[in-house]
């Protein structure tokens, strides 16, 4: 952590070199900031300086409604809804769309489900359905080519609700069916 005037200095010239390098509280409103906020400085001896928004929080800190320093630099929300998105994929990628669908997967992240659906759109064009469905599809590919199991054990595997949801799919995608296209793998 800087040193007590270094930080104090930085602040009152809202330097944006120093934004999500440390976090301004102020004792008297009990509200932390980051140095760039644009409120009118507080006194000098009514600051205190903390190196995360988190260490601020423990200490008793609200964030400021202002300059939202949970958005400041090195923090997940800096990047935006590409961190949401990221998340998402990770859990689609666990299989949180196999066990329950995408208001779950919204409640989750903490968002509503339409905004979850037009992130994705936004940003991968497809919804997380179909990128839950086409992951599926690639699971289960590869275990028809690199494995022996049964198909009702390759659909399970791979995420399916039931065998003939894994069929139609496969049979969508590929135009022939599982069975096919395991006796044309290398």
């Not at 859990?91 to 489900?113: K, T």
């Not at 065998?163 to 969508?172: E, H, I, K, M, Y």
């Amino acid at each position: 952590m800087l040193d007590f005037d270094t930080c104090n200095a930085a602040r009152l010239r809202r330097d944006p070199a120093y934004d999500g390098v440390f976090f301004t509280a102020v004792k008297t409103t009990r509200i932390y900031c980051r140095p760039v906020c644009p409120v009118k400085p507080p006194l000098t001896r009514n600051v205190s300086f903390y190196p995360s928004a988190a260490a601020a929080e423990r200490a008793g800190y609200r964030p400021c409604l202002r300059c939202r320093p949970e958005t400041a630099p090195f923090c997940a929300a800096w990047n935006g809804t590409r961190t949401t998105v990221e998340r998402a994929l990770r859990l689609i990628e666990e299989g949180a769309l196999d066990r329950s669908g995408v208001e779950a997967l919204a409640a989750r992240l903490g968002i509503g489900a339409r905004h979850l659906s037009r992130l994705f759109a936004k940003q991968l064009g497809a919804s997380p359905v179909q990128v839950a469905q086409t992951l599926r599809l690639q699971r289960a590919k590869r275990l028809l080519n690199d494995t022996s199991l049964p198909m009702a054990e390759i659909a399970r595997e791979a995420g399916f609700g039931s065998l003939r949801r894994f069929n139609a799919s496969v049979s969508a995608l590929y135009g022939r069916p599982p069975s096919a296209l395991r006796k044309a793998a290398p």
